[in-house]
């Protein structure tokens, strides 16, 4: 299966919105491959998660967002620990 990297904004959202949605799915496909222990679904779950930390990388930051975007960071360290845990 080609890897499609989905790291382009999405048009009509800003990009806390895009930064929210690409952590959610990541979180959803994180639950579903360790559920799974498929090694597919667990390698799509891990460039979920990469996608979204390029989005936070990309998108500008501010002051006001700050709080925002670490808590966005702390979802996804969870989700990286829930993947490595479930490859043991």
Do not use: W, Y
């Amino acid at each position: 299966m080609d890897q499609i990297n989905h790291t382009d904004l999405i048009s009509g959202m800003n990009e806390l919105s895009q930064i929210e949605m690409s952590v959610k799915a990541a979180q959803k496909m994180v639950g579903s491959a360790t559920m799974q222990l498929d090694p597919e679904a667990i390698h799509h779950a891990e460039n979920a998660i990469r996608d979204a930390k390029e989005i936070m990388n990309r998108s500008p930051k501010t002051g006001v967002d700050q709080e925002f975007l670490l808590k966005q960071q702390e979802l996804l360290n969870q989700c990286e620990h829930q993947l490595s845990e479930a490859k043991q």
